[in-house]
Structures are given as C-alpha cells and as structure tokens.
C-alpha cells in the first residue's frame, strides 16, 4: 500500500469495506428474517468500522532533532535497554482497541531495514510480547541519528501493515501503514536524546514529541 493510500485525512478506505460487508450482513438477515432487533450488532459494527479506521490530520511538529511518535496511546514503558548498537531508549506505546491505529514515522531520512517477523498474539501489554509476538520492526537513519520502531500485533490485532521498504525517503509523521485491532508499538531512541514523555502519559502519533537530540535543546 502507498502513503497516499492513508492520506484520506477523514478514514483509512479499508473502514469503507468493512462497513459495506456488515451492511450486506445486516440487509440479508432482514431479508430473511424480517427481525429488526437481528440487524442492530451488525449495524453497530458497521459504524464502529467507520469509527476505527479513522485517519485525522495531524499538524506535524516542526525543528531540528525532534523524535515524534508513531502512534497514538499510552506509554507503558520508558527505559534504558543494550542494543547490539549500543545503549538506547526504548518507549512503548500500548494502543487500545478505541485509538487511532494509523502509524506514523517517528524522523526523517532514509528507511534502512523492514524486519517483519511472524511470532505469538500476546497481550501487547505485557513486555515480552515486544520479542514473542508478530511485529515488523523498521529503522530509519538521517543526518542526526538512527531511529528503529517495531510495530507489534497484539492479543486480538491480527495483521501489521507497513508500506514502506528499504530506500525509502520518508518524512517525519509520514502515514506508514497500521496494526488492526489493538496493539504496540515500540521506539528506540538514540541514548543522548532528552526523554519528553514518561510512563502513563497518552501521546497521539505524529504529533506529540518523544525526546529532541541534543542539537535540538541547543546542545552540541
């Protein structure tokens, strides 16, 4: 899928399809049955595709050294974790079933390495589902740094979509694709970034900022 495919600004089209198909579902049943009360589930569900798949627009932070979220939610974890890189932040936003679930890129620059991996469906709010469960992880480097962030499937999200690949020229808060259905997303931040978040904080993707490079707070 391209960017643009996610650039709807009002809803991601997969909502549009869902909603028909449980439309249809809610027709044949009165159709057949002649019930009203039989097609409110799928009525409700079809209204909660549209809801869903939502795509607002954001208004993308601008400056220097700014690291920004790829998603919406709650920052479960906020920590220090070795890398074969060396020391790294590592900041995991949990997404509930009732978040934005578009991701964005955190940076912008150069798309290094599209890792996708299948794995377990554990609850995404557990740490280790960040290593057992289905995720695609992507790293992004520029001038300043090396940015790496994993989206990860959860207990019920069953399919990550990433449309990016390596070479890819990205912007920061670029749609990149989505995980359905409640899920995580890990980033990993370069060690001399100054945090912005801590843990129990809601950050919405592409708009709140994570930590800012040294460069950016008027450091070396």
């Not at 399809?17 to 057949?32: E, I, K, P, R, S």
């Not at 920052?75 to 890398?83: D, H, L, M, Q």
Request: aromatic share 8%.
């Amino acid at each position: 899928m391209t960017e643009a495919q996610y650039n709807q600004g009002i809803m991601v089209k997969d909502g549009l399809w869902y909603a028909f198909g449980l439309l249809l579902v809610a027709a044949a049943v009165w159709a057949l049955t002649g019930f009203v009360w039989l097609i409110v589930p799928p009525l409700l569900l079809a209204l909660f595709a549209l809801w869903f798949f939502r795509d607002p627009e954001r208004s993308i932070p601008q400056g220097a050294g700014l690291i920004v979220s790829p998603a919406d939610g709650i920052v479960t974890e906020a920590e220090w974790v070795e890398t074969t890189l060396g020391s790294r932040l590592r900041v995991s936003i949990f997404l509930n079933v009732f978040d934005v679930h578009v991701n964005r890129v955190p940076v912008s620059g150069t798309v290094t390495v599209v890792d996708y991996r299948e794995g377990a469906f554990l609850n995404a709010g557990r740490a280790v589902s960040a290593i057992e469960n289905e995720q695609t992880m992507i790293v992004i480097k520029n001038a300043e740094c090396e940015v790496a962030f994993k989206q990860i499937a959860g207990l019920i999200a069953r399919r990550i979509i990433c449309n990016l690949k390596v070479g890819d020229k990205v912007e920061r808060g670029q749609r990149m694709g989505m995980i359905k259905f409640g899920s995580r997303c890990d980033v990993l931040i370069p060690a001399e970034a100054d945090l912005k978040v801590s843990v129990g904080k809601r950050v919405t993707g592409g708009l709140t900022v994570l930590a800012t490079l040294p460069s950016a707070d008027g450091g070396e």
